[in-house]
């Protein structure tokens, strides 16, 4: 007899966790206002960002596989119906891969495109990072998404600060973030054979130190061997540690600045999703969101009350009959006094 509502509390917990599962099987969802995001990513993918300064699980990674990484990791973080650009930078201009698409329905793409992002689709070599940030703004003003610009900020040559970009024309059309890849301090930059094999290191006398475009930004005077149709920076080789490679970080905080964009570096996959992810960024809009967690959970909560009360009865028995006892000893020892 006393089995008999145990049994009956048994069938019915498990009937209701039956039920529950059933429900989660049928993906349920619940329209709720959630922020989206509209979102273009633009890669560097000049040779710079091969170079290695990043760790992942014990691995060195280059700048470029990093960024990868980041960016297939933050897609899983993203809202459905939010949305994902593709673009590259390379040279002194940025082409577009594929225009803004859903990040859920198109996850697949994403992820796979963001996969096969390789260095050597550069069609230049140069790396004007202030004129392909001015391009990509320029190309990008016009459509509805935000401009998220990803590079090291290692201008190849160096920039003549003479010739700086002007961003006063596209300032405020659109919005969007510029994120710093790379570490603060400056690593070798890996060589590849016009095969594409790895082939060491650049050294001092592969690259150059400074710009020798157009006029100098020193004065005459202060240049050995001047000329100003022949040797308008002078006569002397260029020496500096151009072939090594560091985050110019405040390089692209003042780009950003110009340019009236965000500015993050990039350390980690939450740390990304988190500077994303603000409010200049979001747009609140009515979606449908997965509640199947809700029914998990109730019919994990039903399968444990399973257990719960045949425990409780026996918890029950054992006070009882403690209790008993207890008071067993007592009557003993009340009648030996």
């Given amino acids: 007899m006393s089995s008999k509502p145990y049994q009956n509390y048994r069938f019915w917990l498990l009937s209701l966790a039956l039920i529950a599962m059933l429900v989660s099987f049928s993906r349920p969802t619940q329209n ?3 922020p989206i995001y509209n979102y273009t990513f633009i890669i560097d993918i000049t040779r710079s960002m091969n170079a ?9 990674l280059s700048r470029l596989d990093y960024v990868k990484h980041s960016l297939r990791g933050l897609l899983a973080k993203l809202p459905c119906q939010s949305k994902i650009g593709l673009g590259l930078f390379t040279e002194r201009r940025s082409t577009l ?39 990509t703004l320029d190309i990008l003003q016009n459509i509805d998404t935000h401009v998220i610009f990803i590079t090291d900020g290692q201008e190849a040559p160096p920039v003549n600060p003479r010739y700086r970009s002007d961003f006063t024309a596209v300032k405020g059309k659109a919005k969007g973030m510029v994120i710093g890849a790379g570490g603060l301090q400056a690593v070798p930059i890996p060589k590849f054979n016009n095969k594409g094999e790895p082939d060491g290191f650049y050294r001092p006398d592969d690259v150059p130190h400074r710009s020798t475009f157009g006029e100098s930004d020193l004065n ?112 003993m020892h009340q009648t030996h006094v």
């Fill in 97 to 135: 891969l594929f225009e803004p698409i859903e990040v859920c329905q198109g996850f697949n793409d994403i992820d796979t495109a963001l996969a096969n992002v390789d260095w050597r689709m550069a069609w230049a070599a140069d790396s004007r990072i202030a004129s392909g940030l001015l391009n």
């Fill in 32 to 34: 709720q206002v959630r």
């Fill in 220 to 331: 005459p005077e202060k240049i050995v061997g001047y000329n100003a149709r022949n040797a308008p920076f002078g006569s002397e080789a260029a020496v500096g540690g151009e072939h090594l490679s560091a985050l110019q970080e405040n390089y692209l905080q003042a780009l950003s600045a110009e340019a009236g964009l965000h500015y993050q570096r990039l350390t980690n996959v939450d740390d990304l999703a988190t500077a994303l992810q603000i409010s200049d960024f979001a747009e609140q809009k009515t979606t449908p969101v997965d509640v199947r967690w809700q029914a998990a959970m109730l019919a994990l909560g039903l399968y444990v009350l399973v257990y719960v009360w045949p425990m409780a009865l026996c918890l029950k028995s054992w006070i009882t009959a403690g209790r008993r006892g207890i008071k067993a000893i007592s009557k």
């Fill in 52 to 60: 290695a300064d990043y760790q992942l699980d014990g691995q060195v």
